[in-house]
C-alpha cells in the first residue's frame, strides 16, 4: 500500500521551462518531507527537503510548496536544464522510515 | 572515495539458487538500509540496521537475511531466488538513526532471476 502517492509518472519540458511534480500523502504523523534525484544508473539522492511547519522552502532552481491542509506536496524546477533529466522521487518520513513515491521521470529537451 | 559502494553491479543467476549482495560505507556513518526497486521504479525500504542492530524489518520473506558484521557493512543474503526477487537492490546509509531523512546511497545491484 502507497502511503505516498506521486503524479505525473513522466513528464517532458522544453529546457527553460518549468517542471512541476506532485505529491499526496494520508498519515498527519509523517514529520518531513524529502525530494530525492536519481539518475540512470545510480542511487537516489538527496535534493531538497521540507517540515510540515513550513509552507515553501527555495534551494537555487528547486522549490518545495507545501500545504498541510490539503496534505500535498510539490517539487517546482525552474529553468528546466538538460542536466536535470532524472526521475524524482518524492518522499515522506516517520519512525525512522521513509516512504517514496511512485517517481516521476523528467526529460528536459534542449 | 566511493561512499557507499555495492558489490556485485550486476547479478544474473537460476531461481532457487542462493546469492549475496555486499555493501560497504566508507562515511562513518552508525545507520545502513537495504531497499528494492522493482521494474516500476518503486523504492520500497527492507530493512535498517543501527550499530549493527536491526532497527527496520519490513514484511520481506525470511528468505532474505541481512548480516551486518561491522557498522560500515551490511551484507544482503538470499535464499531460494524467485523470478519476482529480479529488482535493483540499494543500499543506503545515514550517520545516525535520527538522520534518516538524509540517506546516502550506492549505486544498486540489478538482480536478475531467470
Keep these: 500500500q502507497q502511503q505516498v502517492k506521486q503524479s505525473p509518472q513522466s513528464l517532458i519540458v522544453q529546457k527553460g521551462g518549468i517542471s512541476i511534480i506532485n505529491c499526496a500523502y494520508e498519515n498527519t504523523a509523517f514529520d518531513y518531507f524529502p525530494w530525492y534525484q536519481q539518475f540512470p544508473g545510480k542511487g537516489p539522492a538527496l535534493l531538497i527537503a521540507i517540515r510540515p511547519d513550513v509552507s515553501e522552502k527555495k534551494e537555487g532552481r528547486f522549490t518545495i510548496s507545501f500545504n498541510k491542509s490539503a496534505k500535498q506536496f510539490s517539487l517546482h524546477i ?33 | 572515495d566511493t561512499a557507499v559502494s555495492q558489490t556485485p553491479k550486476y547479478l544474473v543467476t537460476q531461481m532457487g539458487n542462493d546469492k549475496s549482495i555486499k555493501c560497504e560505507q566508507n562515511l562513518g556513518h552508525d545507520t545502513m538500509y537495504w531497499y528494492k526497486q522493482d521494474s516500476k521504479k518503486f523504492l520500497k525500504i527492507m530493512f535498517s540496521y543501527n550499530n549493527k542492530e536491526l532497527i527496520i524489518n519490513e514484511t520481506v520473506p525470511n528468505r532474505f537475511s541481512p548480516k551486518s558484521p561491522d557498522k560500515a557493512h551490511l551484507n544482503l543474503h538470499i535464499n531460494s531466488l524467485e523470478l519476482g526477487d529480479s529488482a535493483v537492490y540499494f543500499c543506503a546509509s545515514s550517520q545516525g538513526l535520527a538522520d534518516y531523512n538524509e540517506q546516502f546511497f550506492g549505486p544498486g545491484t540489478r538482480l536478475t532471476v531467470l
Excluded: E, N
Aim: glycine share 10%; proline share 3%; net charge neutral.
Design chain 1, 78 to 110: 525552474m529553468d528546466s536544464q538538460p542536466g536535470d533529466s532524472a526521475t524524482y522521487f518524492c518522499a515522506a518520513s516517520k519512525d525512522y522510515k521513509l516512504s517514496f513515491g511512485a517517481g516521476t521521470t523528467v526529460t528536459v529537451r534542449a
